[in-house]
Each structure stands twice: as C-alpha cells, then as structure tokens.
C-alpha cells in the first residue's frame, strides 16, 4: 500500500518533459476553453496530430477546482493497472505468473520513469496494450466472454496513438469471428462502433488541420481556406521520420556501447532484441506444437508480432513500442512452461526451491513472495525518489521554504505556475516569457520568448520562429473570434 501511494505521489509530479511544455498542456487547454477550432493547426502545427487523449485529459484537469491542471488521466490509468496487479498477485497468494507480471511492469515504470508523471501520447497506449495482452495470457478463455471489449478497445487506441493501427487487427479478427457464426447483429454493432469512433475523430483532423490524417499531406481531399500549408506538413513528416529513425538509433547506440544500467538508453537495444528473441520462440511453438496451443495466444502472439515489425520499420523509437515488447515477452515466458491448449497449473506447480545451508527448503510461494516484497520496496523507493526531486525547485524559484517544499510534493505537483515562473526567473524577467502579437480582426496572440519555444498551456499562443514549424508573421484570423478559426497566408501563396 506504501508503494502504490508514493507511486502515485511520484505520477502526480508533472516533471519535465519537451512535448509537454512544447504543445500537448496547450492543446489540452484548447480542448477545455473551446469547441473544435477550424485551422488550430496553423497556430502550433502539431496541434494537427489530435490526439484523443489530449481531448479526455481535458475533462480530467481539474482547474475548476484548483486553479491550475492536473494532468492525471495518465497518472490515473496506470496507477489502476498497478493496482491490479497487486490484487493479481496477492490473490493468487504469489503464484509465479502474477510475479513475473510485477516483474515486468516494474520494468516498464523504470524505463518510462522520464514521463509517466507528465503528459504523453504514448504512455495510454502501451499502459492498455500491457493490460490487455498481459490478462489475455492470463485468462485466455475469457477473450470469448468480452469479445466486444476486446474488439471496440483497439479501434479506441488508434485514436490516441495512430501508429498502434494494427492492433485493431484484434477487431477485425472478432468482426470475422462474428460473420462466420452469422451473429450478424454483433458484426453490425461492432461496426457501426468502430465506425463511429474513426469518423469523429477523422472529422476533428479535417476541422483542425484540413487533412484527414496529420501529417500525410499525400491524402489531400480538401481545399478548406483553414488547411494547414503542405510545406509545413512535409517538414514535419521529415523530422518525425529523422528523429525515430537516425538521431534516436545513434544515441542508444552510443548509450549501449558504454552501458550503464541506470542509463535508460541503454536499455533500448536489448529490448530490440527481446522484442526479435520473442517472436522467433513463438513463432517455432506454433509450428511444432500449433495443435497444443489456445488459438488466442496464436492470435494474439500474430497481431502484437505484425506491430512490433511495422514499429521497427517505421520509427523504431522504444516509446512506441513497449506495450508490444512486455506482452509478448510475457506471452513467450508462459509459453515456455505450457504444452497443453488447457493447461493452466504447469507453472502454478513449478517447483522452484532454494536450499539453506540447514537444508531447509523454501517452496516457489515463498520464493515469489520475497521478491514481491523486494520488487515493491523498489517501487517505493523509486517514487519517492523521483517525488522529492523537485524540492530544490520549489525553494529555488518559486519561494518555499525547506518545510514548505519537503510537505508540498505530497499534496500538489510542480505545477504548470510553477514552471512558467522557473522559466521567467531563469530568463530574468518579471513577466511571463510571452510577448503579445496582433493579428487581424484585432485577435491578440502570444508568442513564447523561451529559447526552446515553450509555450505551456497558455492560449492562444505559439512558438517563436526559430522553434515553431510555421511563421507566426503568416497567421490571420478567419472571423472576429477566436471560435472563428485560423488560416495562413502562405496557403494563399500555395
């Protein structure tokens, strides 16, 4: 209980992170002050990638009630997936599978510590692929019981991260399943669901950026004055495309050949490896052994495989891929130790003993039951490590004293105040790092003055031209409010 509390503490800190402070507290704002602005795209370009979990974090803010944000529905999540993981393992009195699984997803809070207290497209993804493919392992059965979760969940995803669209393979799997068995009104309901949920969020993409998808600039079906101009959009697919591809590989690489294991880069690829090592087991258990396994595993190991192809050719950055990597290593581990399609008490009776020098035997529950402890003292101690990290700042910048500061990161985050206020003292101003500029129709902007063009959560505002993919100087106003919209000049130019 202990460590579910300082890890939640820990979640709550807000600490920093470049795509926070860059655009996702902005865009959520957006989704909090307005309804959906035609052209918002061309204030920030990558306001144009619309993630959905920048639309539900919004509901989740809390600054009606404290004045500031809480960005916690991610915080919130994966404390939950904790906490089940808990109940997992201390219901199944520290049966092996449950250990493993704690095992695994104290891994993924040590190599994704650098942002799971901030806002992050990623992190919903992986957490919800973790959860699901780590309980299919579990209780395979249950697939056939909650087939329309298990179809609807994946298309929902697609709209939080696109690049995890071939999880929705599971959808298409049980759309199948139900066409097959003639239950055409569960293949009809799926659809319309799946449906529905795409259109809305497509619909969102043309109204903000004037594309379908963003920033695929090839699927041009609009000429809305509101588009996003197609340089903007190439640059960005370019620079997305350099950064996964070459600048990332080349510090992992860097990172790996001196490694150090506290160096989360180092990490990253022998996680490739795990990831390769996986699919290549599974892949001969099927073959030898197809008959003996449940085909929800078949099924599973294939999707989270096809994913984990297309995520190493296509931007083989580690956050993308972490939910894929646990699951089917997990899948593998279990798969090692099953050769029957139902058995499910091989590894409940794996004797794995230790004997003392008195020649006392300790049975695998014991054995689980001390590493359990072990497994969540480190989260304790981890958490409360990373939530006492911003004490100095709080005394620093900001005005607390040493008692004020040692109390505060248990009750509140190093909040988006706090570090527009970090960044002014740093800069040596009075004011916000913000200069306001006019555009027509008598519309004020704000542009970030911080060198690295942060502009926080403050609206409407940019980035300076030497960060921002687009030109402030281009912007103008569709109407005489900010509802009305934006476009860019140089779109008329194109």
């Known amino acids: 209980m202990l460590s579910i509390a300082f890890f939640a503490v820990w979640l709550g800190g807000q600490w920093l992170s470049h795509d926070t402070f860059y655009y996702h507290q902005a865009a959520i704002r957006w989704n909090e002050e307005y309804a959906i602005v035609p052209g918002l795209g061309n204030v920030e ?40 993981i808990l109940i997992e393992t201390f219901k199944s009195g520290f049966e092996i599978k449950r250990v493993i699984l704690l095992f695994l997803f104290t891994g993924f809070i040590l190599l994704t510590r650098s942002v799971l207290c901030t806002t992050s497209t990623d992190i919903i993804p992986n957490l919800t692929i973790i959860y699901l493919g780590m309980k299919t392992v579990l209780y395979p059965n249950l697939v056939k019981k909650k087939l329309l979760f298990y179809a609807i969940i994946p298309v929902s995803l697609a709209t939080f991260k696109l690049s995890v669209i071939f999880v929705a393979l599971a959808s298409v799997f ?75 590989m080349g510090i992992i690489l860097k990172d790996f050949l001196a490694f150090r294991t506290w160096k989360e880069y180092s990490w990253h690829i022998p996680m490739f490896a795990l990831s390769l090592a996986s699919i290549i087991f599974i892949s001969f258990k099927i073959i030898k052994k197809r008959k003996e396994l449940n085909p929800v595993y078949i099924y599973m190991s294939g999707i989270l495989a096809i994913n984990i192809i297309y995520w190493l050719l296509t931007a083989p950055s580690i956050r993308f891929g972490y939910g894929y990597v646990f699951s089917l290593f997990f899948l593998a581990v279990i798969l090692f130790f ?37 497994l969540f003292g480190f989260i304790l101690i981890h958490s409360y490590k990373h939530a006492s990290n911003y004490r100095p700042f ?13 109390m505060r990161v248990f009750y509140a985050p190093y909040s988006t ?18 200069e ?59």
């Open 174 to 248: 049980i759309f199948i399943y139900f066409l097959k068995r003639k239950n055409y009104r569960a293949a009809s309901f799926i659809f319309f669901i799946a449906f529905l949920i795409m259109s809305l969020w497509l619909t969102r993409n043309v109204i903000i950026s004037g594309y379908l998808i963003h920033p695929l600039y090839q699927i041009d079906l609009f000429s809305f004055d509101w588009k996003v101009p197609e340089h903007i959009l190439i640059r960005e697919t370019n620079d997305i495309a350099s950064h996964a591809r070459y600048e990332y």
């Open 436 to 494: 306001p500029y006019r555009i027509n129709n008598n519309i004020t902007i704000y542009i970030a003055t911080e060198e690295r063009g942060f502009i926080y959560d403050i609206v409407p505002a940019t980035s300076n031209v030497e960060r921002g993919a687009q030109n402030y100087h281009n912007l103008e106003s569709r109407g005489t409010s900010i509802q009305d919209g934006f476009r860019s000049k140089a779109r008329k130019i194109e």
């Open 338 to 374: 099953f050769q029957k399609k139902q058995d499910n008490t091989k590894l409940n009776t794996l004797l794995l003993t230790v004997e003392s020098k008195s020649g006392k035997r300790y049975s695998s529950f014991n054995l689980c039951k001390y590493v359990s402890i072990f």
């Open 45 to 84: 370009e990558r306001f144009g990638f619309n993630s959905n979990y920048m639309l539900i974090s919004a509901i989740y803010t809390l600054r009606f009630i404290f004045r500031e944000p809480i960005y916690g529905f991610q915080s919130l999540m994966c404390a939950a997936v904790m906490v089940w």
């Open 417 to 434: 105040n706090n570090q527009i206020t970090e960044t002014s003292k740093l800069m040596e101003i009075n004011g916000m790092p913000f």
């Open 394 to 406: 709080l005394r620093e910048y900001c005005g607390y004293s040493k008692s004020q500061s040692n």
